[in-house]
């Protein structure tokens, strides 16, 4: 069924499907998924479906204009902003708040597990993915989650870092840093 659609952008995974192209040719083909997926038994949720588009586009298809619409500059895919905005930033928000609740919580453990737990769990994945997947150079939060990691580490360690210092603790284990 994907294979046969015609819309420029074309991407699937799993249950989710991505089309992008011309209004008619998208719209073509949300149709096309309903008549073949009611054959197979499968349904659209029209609940869960977004129409991301400038917010001068006009839609003539019932389908597609009954689904959520959302501006160009509030797309997120898979977790992650594709364009730099609104978007970006409540993410950049929500890993500095997840990060400011894990430094306050560390103060309660000991510095080798708080150090360990730091290094390897809060927030470090979800702010790999929003920094491999985001356009997020620059940004004004990368400054003040840096600033927040170098006060959680200085509580951490008992001690202050000069510039120096946080350059060799940022770098990996292997070339004498913390990782």
């Not at 499907?17 to 997926?37: F, H, N, Q, Y």
């Not at 038994?41 to 204009?65: F, H, M, P, Y």
């Not at 898979?78 to 978007?87: M, T, V």
């Not at 620059?138 to 120096?164: M, T």
Request: charged share 25%; glycine share 6%; aromatic share 4%.
């Amino acid at each position: 069924m994907l294979t046969s659609l015609k819309s420029e952008l074309n991407l699937d995974y799993l249950d989710d499907v991505m089309l992008g192209g011309p209004v008619e040719t998208v719209a073509s083909d949300v149709a096309e998924i309903v008549r073949v997926g009611s054959e197979m038994g499968l349904s659209l949720n029209v609940n869960k479906c977004e129409l991301i588009a400038q917010s001068d586009l006009r839609v003539t298809d019932t389908l597609l204009d009954s689904f959520t619409r959302m501006e160009v500059n509030d797309t997120v895919l898979l977790g992650a902003p594709l364009f730099p905005g609104p978007a970006l930033d409540r993410q950049w928000d929500r890993r500095l708040d997840e990060l400011a609740r894990a430094v306050d919580r560390l103060e309660v453990i000991s510095s080798q597990d708080a150090l360990i737990l730091l290094r390897s769990s809060f927030s470090a994945p979800k702010v790999l993915h929003l920094l491999r997947c985001s356009p997020s150079a620059c940004h004004p939060a990368l400054e003040r989650f840096d600033s927040l990691l170098r006060r959680s580490i200085q509580n951490i360690i008992n001690s202050d870092l000069s510039d120096v210092k946080w350059l060799q603790a940022s770098l990996p284990v292997r070339d004498g840093g913390l990782g």
